[in-house]
């Protein structure tokens, strides 16, 4: 299994709080990804990053922020948590942004704010 | 509209049978095809590419049409272990040449075997 790590597996927050999900690789991969999955939705992307303080919005992004210090660390904020981020959220990682190469996905992180 | 239409399901086959997934992707610029499989409660993990000449790997069968933007997966002689969420994944780069690509994800279709 590829290395990468989410942290924490559970949590359960109060509405508006602030929430850091942590998403380790050990792989080097150039490329981190978080999405989270809720049902009749499947998975949907909030950011992304190609590297290095490299990062890009995506589809549902709005509430969340990224940072990305080093290439094996890919931090995701809830910077006010709300009812509806209620859901759980997988990191994933690849070597060439998905082009014909595997993503790798983290174990994901059940988050329930109350 | 969604990047990735899946028919959501669920199908509920008897072991042995053969079952056939379908998938349309919206951008004609889209560049790489995957289906991944997800137990549940689990992360979805990489089950096969779907590559332009269609590819097999054992019992199971891709294939793309790129001129319809449709996408097929076929499981031959289901197994009790098949049953998962399968996921259609297409790759949209950001611009033609580059490598910086994003994966759109399907809603998934459940599968169900049963003995």
């Known amino acids: 299994d590829a290395g990468i790590t989410q942290s924490p597996r559970h949590k359960v927050t109060e509405t508006g709080t602030p929430v850091t999900l942590r998403c380790h690789q050990t792989?080097?991969?150039?490329?981190m990804y978080w999405y989270r999955q809720d049902p009749g939705h499947g998975l949907r992307l909030i950011h992304y990053s190609y590297g290095v303080k490299d990062t890009d919005k995506g589809e549902v992004s709005d509430g969340y922020s990224v940072s990305r210090s080093k290439t094996e660390d890919f931090l995701l904020t809830l910077e006010s948590a709300t009812s509806s981020q209620t859901s759980v959220y997988f990191c994933a990682i690849s070597d060439l942004g998905g082009w014909y190469t595997e993503a790798f996905f983290g174990q994901g992180t059940r988050l329930t704010v109350v | 509209r969604k990047e990735v239409e899946q028919d959501p399901g669920p199908f509920n086959v008897p072991e042995g049978a053969t079952v056939a997934f379908n998938c349309t992707y919206s951008?004609?610029?889209?560049?790489?095809f995957f289906w991944y499989r997800q137990d549940c409660r689990k992360e979805p993990k990489l089950l096969m590419s779907?590559?332009?000449s269609g590819n097999e790997d054992g019992r199971f069968t891709a294939q793309l049409n790129r001129a319809s933007q449709y996408i097929s997966l076929l499981i031959r002689d289901s197994k009790l272990s098949d049953s998962a969420t399968y996921l259609c994944v297409v790759n949209l780069l950001a611009d033609r040449g580059s490598t910086l690509g994003r994966l759109y994800f399907g809603r998934g279709t459940q599968l169900t075997v049963w003995p």
């Open positions: 779907v590559y332009s």
């Open positions: 951008n004609s610029a889209s560049q790489s």
């Open positions: 792989e080097n991969h150039r490329y």
